[in-house]
Nanobody, 115 residues
Framework: VQLVESGGGLVQPGGSLRLSCAVS????????MSWYRQAPEKERELVATISSGGGSTNYADSMKGRFTISRDNVNNTVYLQMNSLKPEDTAVYYC?????????WGQGTQVTVSS
């Protein structure tokens, strides 16, 4: 099982980034996919989840209207489009795949929002 995030970086407040998580070595379409984030000295928190078929999404309240999660079940990739970024969005963003009791994580990608 392999999850590889990319797309992080430094962005100014109000800017946008799109994170990607490429998945391999398991059946992507069986898994619900999520993005989490962890800021320094804070607990990891859920950002957004998309169901295995892509028909259902859920977001943390602070991300609603700014972030969009999507998935490409042909190319085994999940995305997180982040708009109107704020300094408090600065964190390491992690991709997660979950099905029943199985849960897999990527290594994370750093997002820094700063002027």
């Amino acid at each position: 099982v392999q999850l590889v995030e990319s797309g992080g970086g430094l962005v100014q407040p109000g800017g946008s980034l799109r994170l990607s998580c490429a998945v391999s070595r398991f059946t992507f379409t069986y898994y619900d996919m999520s993005w989490y984030r962890q800021a320094p000295e804070k607990e990891r928190e859920l950002v957004a989840t998309i169901s295995s078929g892509g028909g259902s999404t859920n977001y943390a309240d602070s991300m609603k209207g700014r972030f969009t999660i999507s998935r490409d079940n042909v190319n085994n990739t999940v995305y997180l489009q982040m708009n109107s970024l704020k300094p408090e969005d600065t964190a390491v963003y992690y991709c997660n795949a979950r099905r029943l009791k199985a849960s897999y994580w990527g290594q994370g990608t750093q997002v820094t929002v700063s002027s």
